[in-house]
């Protein structure tokens, strides 16, 4: 990251409006995940 | 997922039902090419609104064409509003990504790429359950476009609302105005550079030989083992397309990365050159042994993969940041020559040979003969890259002023 934001770690509300966006997307590629996987499998099972 | 459906709720062709989607490819490639300096001038934050309102309102149109079965609102709305928010939201994030990570280019346009492919991993899977859910006639099909438009407006919305510039602005560093480090080139300009070509033409060959595998993948790995003892089942080859999405999605973040430690010419030689060598393993012992066709095929798509990814990095190094954005959409066209004429080189062989009597492996040989040739072309441009020539640089005073003006703009 730019050395302006690694100065200085970020504010406890910061930090849980980071947590939440990366809920924010990591949910939805959780599930594009574990059906890529689900599908995946067919090739070795189907 | 939406194309069979429509077909039958609709009563379309199968030409017809593909119209929203081929239009929204070249809406993205036009928009990407014609907005990118528009997104450079007003910021990420003004770029993703755009691509918001675009993107869902397409849906929305869409959902109305579909509960009043006008079809032309489908199009119109999916293919041309909703493509031009594709192409918008496509590029903004990517010179944002690589003022945010200077030192890491290609592991920051891998990340905005790979979310291209990650939401593909989403969607599809996600389409196909409501259309389960809500039915595939076209209320229900109404119904699914109306979700989707809502759904993206408000994922994206946290994205419009996060999205910022780092902030390197002089006054809140209280150090003296400076530009980037590094030759800024503008895109007018950048068009005007025989690299501005080469990579024209490496994107363009990449593509063409990823999409040579993707166009045709299920009905290839069936064919190539049909006359052997393990014959590929229909879920099978579907597994081996799920796999396939996956080495795409890992090359663009893997490889991408890679690059920021090998070099961006260094890992176009690897994509093109080794790329052209699994071609050749496929052609002469694909249908051999099925985990050497796996392999080999799985290499090429993260290939594919990692070319969409690294390239915009490849443009920051030649063409600085100043309008990256820009360049990187201008260079998308290349993207829509090789969605055209890597399905147009598959599928025309398949026919010839098919008609010709041939079957299994030996309908794909040609093509695959012909994608190792483009790789070489590809391999070829790339190595003719040399550093911008510095009458094509913009003074350096006048990139300060943009990069001020943007960061005001978006903090």
Known sequence: MSSDSSQSPPSPDRRGLIAFAWVWVGVPLAYGLYELVRKATQLFTG | MFKPPLESALG???TQSALPFQLAIVMLGLSAAFGGTL????????????????????FLLSALGAATEQYWLIVL??????????????????????????????????????????????????????????????????????????????????????VRVPNSAPEARGTARQAPAGPQVSANQAIRTPQFWCLWIVL???????????????????????????????????????????????GRIGWSSTSDLIGRKNIYRVYLGVGAVMYALIALFGDSSKPLFVLCALVILSFYGGGFATIPAYLKDLFGTYQVGAIHGRLLTAWSTAGVLGPLIVNWIAD???EAGRHGASLYGLSFVIMIGLLVVGFVANELVRPVDPRHHIPAPKEADRVQRQQSESA
């Open chain 2, 77 to 162: 709305g999916y293919g041309f509003v909703g493509g031009i928010g594709l192409g918008i939201g496509y590029i903004s994030p990517v010179s944002t990504l690589i003022k945010w990570f200077p030192d890491r280019p290609g592991m920051a346009t891998g990340i905005a790429i790979m979310g291209f492919g990650g939401g593909a991993l989403i969607a599809s899977p996600w389409s196909a359950q409501m259309l389960e859910s809500f039915g595939a006639d076209n209320s229900g099909i109404a119904l699914a476009f109306l979700v989707h438009g809502l759904s993206y407006a408000v994922f994206m919305l946290l994205g419009v609302v996060l």
């Open chain 2, 352 to 354: 010839r040979q098919e």
């Open chain 2, 39 to 58: 997104v450079e001038r007003n910021g990420p934050r003004w770029a993703m609104t755009v691509a918001l309102i675009c993107f869902s309102s397409g």
């Open chain 2, 12 to 14: 379309l062709s199968g």
């Open chain 2, 204 to 250: 363009c060959m990449n593509v063409t030989a990823g999409i040579g595998i993707l166009e045709k993948a299920a009905p290839m790995i069936t064919d190539f083992f049909a006359d052997s003892s393990t014959p590929v089942s229909v879920t099978a080859a579907a597994g081996f397309v799920a796999l396939l999405s996956a080495a795409n999605m890992a």
